[in-house]
């Protein structure tokens, strides 16, 4: 039978997985996840072999909790915890070499509350904090104030390391859903002719082009996603079928910023209004085309264009 630890009190009351869970305020799968992956688990048992934690891994496990907050990757807080003393003593500050798991730049409780979901693999989680933010707050703020420092962090940390990519894509995947949501329960929309949002021929990320979808249809706009990798026929032709009123083109990097697919756009009577987004646009590429540098001015250049 395994032993306590040696330095922990034997009297002390130990605590079930749920009941430290509550304390901790993290999902019982996630004390899981940290036994099996890293070894910070319970060491004590009770009547029929099921494991407690002591006091000890109590204190330890509250060392993780408190260092994974501060953004320090989960390996490196289960290390610093093993190797802290139980008896109030902090562990010395983990090796700064090592990346952190999102390079968090804000400070804010709900940026790191929607982190710790997102680490966790909690799409429950992130769920419920996102449709909280976006009834409170709306798509815009939320986008600004709580997504995007999150999803930036979480994509540097995969491009330094490599590391992560199940979680950003159990975020964007959640996030997808969640802005879905808004569309699908927004107020019937008062623009006759459509607005289209489209990816740059190579663009892969589609995700800001809902959120701009979400933002217009809390304005009772009608935006309509043509998806990732669109290329310049298609959006011609889609142009033409749906007679839109205006178009807009994402693209992430300039190296996917194709003015040949903005050149295809027919000439059509109304006209319609061209706007372009992304890092990677930096101007305007054709006379009478708009650049835009967020999803507010997006929101009101395509709102305006719409006749919203």
């Known amino acids: 039978m395994e032993q306590p630890a040696a330095n922990a009190d034997p009297s002390a009351p130990s605590l079930t997985v749920s009941a430290l869970a509550r304390r901790l305020g993290v999902a019982p799968a996630t004390l899981r996840t940290w036994d099996r992956r890293y070894g910070v688990g319970p060491s004590g ?7 407690r934690y002591t006091p000890a891994d109590v204190r330890r496990l509250e060392v ?4 994974t907050l501060e953004g320090v990757a989960p390996v490196e807080a289960a290390r610093a915890a093993l190797a802290a003393s139980v008896d109030g003593e902090l562990p ?14 804000d400070t804010d409780a709900a940026v790191r509350g929607l982190t710790r979901a997102a680490l966790a693999l909690d799409s429950r989680a992130i769920d419920r904090a996102v449709v909280a933010a976006f009834e409170k707050h709306g798509v815009l703020w939320t986008w600004d104030a709580l997504l995007v420092p999150v999803l930036a962090g979480i994509g540097e940390r995969w491009q330094e390391t490599g590391a992560g990519v199940d979680v950003e894509h159990l975020m ?3 996030v997808l859903g969640a802005l879905r949501s808004v569309v699908a329960s927004a107020p019937e929309p008062r623009n006759a002719r459509p607005v289209l949002l489209a990816g740059a021929p190579e663009e892969l990320h589609t995700l800001p082009l809902q959120a701009l979808a979400a933002a217009l249809a809390e304005r009772a706009i009608d935006a309509r996603v043509l998806g990732a990798r669109v290329p310049g ?4 032709t889609a142009v033409r079928r749906g007679g839109a009123s205006a178009v807009f083109v994402w693209a992430h990097r300039p190296a996917m910023a194709d003015v040949d ?3 295809s756009i027919p000439a059509m009577r109304p006209p319609v209004k061209i706007v372009v987004g992304g890092p990677g646009w930096t101007e305007a590429p054709v006379p009478g085309a708009e650049c835009v540098s967020s999803l507010s001015e997006a929101v009101t250049v395509l709102q305006r264009a719409a006749g919203g």
């Open 261 to 263: 697919q903005i050149t």
């Open 45 to 51: 048992h009770s009547a029929g072999a099921h494991r």
């Open 172 to 174: 964007a995947e959640t």
């Open 64 to 67: 993780m909790r408190g260092l």
């Open 92 to 105: 010395a500050e983990p090796d700064r070499d090592h990346p952190k798991v999102v390079p968090l730049r």
């Open 233 to 236: 026929d298609a959006l011609a």
